[in-house]
């Protein structure tokens, strides 16, 4: 199944709103994709990026593979979760990321409904 492309907030909401129990809650003030009440993604404070938690570990394998995509600024070192370009070359791994933000904060049967971690 092709995601697209990822090249504005809109399409990154229309395809996190396409993940199991997914809607639009606020988020510190902002409309964001929520599971479980959490967000899973979130706009991100630099122009043309959009916020994703990631666990640390697969925070520095993406920063270290792919720094056109995925980066983080000062307020983000140290913290699980980095910051993702709009238009990258990769939606499939953009979608995987986004998935798995929603795994991470999803319920355990909605885990099991879903399957292992993306």
Excluded at 22 to 30: C, E, F, V
Aim: glycine fraction near 8%.
């Amino acid at each position: 199944m092709s995601v697209g492309t990822f090249d504005s907030w809109e399409q990154v909401v229309a395809f996190a709103l396409t993940l199991p129990d997914s809607s639009m809650d606020p988020y510190y003030g902002t409309p964001c994709p929520k599971v479980n009440k959490k967000a899973f993604v979130s706009p991100g404070h630099e122009a043309g990026s959009f916020h994703v938690p990631s666990p640390h570990d697969e925070k520095a394998v993406l920063l270290d593979t792919d720094p056109e995509t995925f980066w983080q600024t000062k307020h983000y070192e140290g913290w699980p979760g980095l910051l993702v370009r709009y238009g990258s070359a990769d939606p499939e791994r953009v979608a995987t990321v986004i998935r798995r933000a929603w795994w991470d904060k999803a319920s355990k049967a909605q885990r099991k409904g879903f399957g292992a971690r993306p």
